[in-house]
């Protein structure tokens, strides 16, 4: 996937976090990778992606990138048969929310693409369906969320600056 895409470009980093028991074909590297057990919960797989999405931040700085492409794959959920991890629907919900706090906090673009999903029983798509859909219904959510947040802050400056004026 990605790895593969941008091996030999010096200007895109790539970080993967998956499960180390979770490989069909060749094993390819990314920039940062970081391996977690098979069963891996909600608990170990946002803490790992916290701790590391805090050390990228801390290492790299604000203005270092110009976009982050989230392959927002759906593979670590409990449900799905391939994935090998034991990640909630809520876990996987978090995991969104830390991603988009981190391009929050970065100021950066988000290219969000769907990823993974295979479902234990072949009759019911209906968890990996919703997990898929949560990831562009959180963003939706959260972006509309970012912009009343951009404008009453843009309206309390507005304001102080007539109230200054006014005495």
Not at 12 to 24: A, L, R
Request: aromatic letters at 10%; proline letters at 4%.
């Amino acid at each position: 996937g990605n790895a593969v895409l941008f091996h030999s470009n010096p200007n895109v980093s790539t970080f993967s976090i998956q499960c180390e028991g979770n490989y069909f074909s060749e094993k390819q590297k990314s920039d940062l990778d970081v391996e977690l057990p098979m069963g891996c919960n909600d608990a170990t797989y946002l803490m790992t992606l916290n701790h590391w999405l805090n050390r990228i931040e801390k290492l790299t700085g604000p203005n270092y990138y110009d976009l982050i492409f989230f392959q927002a794959g759906v593979d670590i959920l409990e449900d799905d048969r391939l994935g090998r991890m034991d990640v909630s629907a809520k876990g996987v919900q978090r995991r969104n929310e830390l991603v988009y706090n981190f391009a929050r906090r970065l100021n950066l673009p988000l290219v969000i693409c769907m990823g993974g999903g295979y479902p234990r029983n072949a009759d019911n798509w209906k968890p990996i369906i919703d997990a898929h859909a949560h990831v562009y219904i959180q963003a939706h959510k959260y972006l509309a969320n970012v912009q009343r947040n951009k404008i009453a802050a843009e309206e309390e400056v507005h304001n102080t600056a007539l109230e200054r004026k006014a005495t």
